[in-house]
């Protein structure tokens, strides 16, 4: 078959990468390729694709594929979208390649570095007090105390189970390849890792459960019954915001929070990554350098080897002073 780009993108997207990731990924990435990639390349033959066609596209998407007035760098594309529409474009060409479709891959030969920097709104603390205050007003207080104490990625808290939960040890057995397909969990990988909780959080969870003991899901919506949607976890969130009088901040702002005022409060590189589910210390010490006070507590000493349970449960004690 004679692929155009388009055809071969749409063919992909269903047929190699469905499959292959969680559904939240394949939605973005579908709508990369609705909104960027098939529009500026679609109707060119596949195998007539060249670096100066590829180079010609990515220039024009960087200077006016933004469709967001309201973004600080509008009509420009951000780098970090720029980023992720190559990617996605190598990926797609880099099978046709081992398809036989094209000898190539004409966009291999472009790079866009990722930031070495974290870009992070974080909460002060007393912001992060008001944050909590209307959290409880709006009687979502333990999703979030979970997720300022956690610093859970939004995928993970909205799946996570009561089985997930061991109270007496006071950790959480996080899958980092759970997801929910039909209200019901999806696993897409064995990837796991263990975190200490603080006692308090601990302790709101096990309240939390008393509301809902039958439902599986640690968080079920009260109307559903099924785990919240990423969308609607963020509109709480911003109705949260709206009542604690704060600026706008992003979802994930609040794992950025948790992991600056962690390192800041004294837990070490190699316990905080892996928490967070990171495997370079290092690099996550520079990541958040911009947002460190000058201290000594971000080294990363013995960052290859693995944090002790004991030592997890004192990052655990670090966390909930910051809290409570």
């Not at 004294?266 to 690099?283: N, V």
Request: charged share 25%; proline share 6%; aromatic share 6%.
């Amino acid at each position: 078959m004679n692929h155009t780009v388009e055809s071969w993108a749409r063919y992909w997207l269903e047929h190699h990468d469905q499959p292959s990731v969680r559904p939240s990924t394949h939605r973005a990435h579908r709508y990369l390729m609705e909104n960027h990639i098939i529009p500026g390349l679609g109707k060119l033959p596949l195998a007539e694709l060249t670096e100066e066609k590829v180079a010609a596209f990515l220039e024009e998407v960087r200077l006016h594929g933004n469709h967001r007035p309201e973004s600080k760098c509008y009509p420009q594309m951000s780098e970090n979208t720029m980023r992720h529409i190559h990617r996605l474009l190598c990926q797609c060409l880099r099978q046709g390649v081992q398809d036989g479709l094209i000898e190539s891959n004409p966009a291999a030969s472009f790079h866009y570095a990722k930031p070495a920097t974290v870009v992070a709104n974080p909460l002060s603390t007393l912001e992060v007090e008001d944050y909590l205050d209307a959290a409880e007003e709006l009687d979502h207080l333990v999703i979030f105390t979970l997720a300022l104490t956690s610093g859970l990625r939004e995928g993970e808290l909205i799946t996570l189970q009561w089985d997930d939960l061991d109270v007496e040890q006071k950790v959480l057995t996080v899958q980092g390849e759970r997801a929910v397909k039909n209200g019901e969990p999806v696993v897409y990988g064995e990837r796991t890792r263990v975190i200490s909780l603080p006692y308090p959080t601990v302790d709101l969870l096990v309240k939390e459960h008393r509301k809902h003991p039958s439902s599986p899901w640690m968080f079920p919506h009260p109307g559903t019954g099924k785990p919240y949607s990423p969308t609607m976890l963020r509109r709480v969130h911003s109705q949260i915001l709206e009542k604690a009088g704060i600026d706008h901040i992003r979802l994930e702002d609040l794992r950025h929070t948790f992991a600056i005022q962690a390192l800041q409060g004294g837990m070490t590189a190699k316990e905080l990554s892996t928490i967070l589910g990171h495997t370079r210390p290092d690099f996550l010490v520079r990541s958040y350098r911009a947002y460190l006070w000058e201290s000594g507590n971000a080294g990363v000493d013995g960052a290859i080897c693995e944090p002790s349970l004991k030592e997890l449960q004192n990052a655990a004690e670090i966390l909930g002073g910051l809290l409570w």
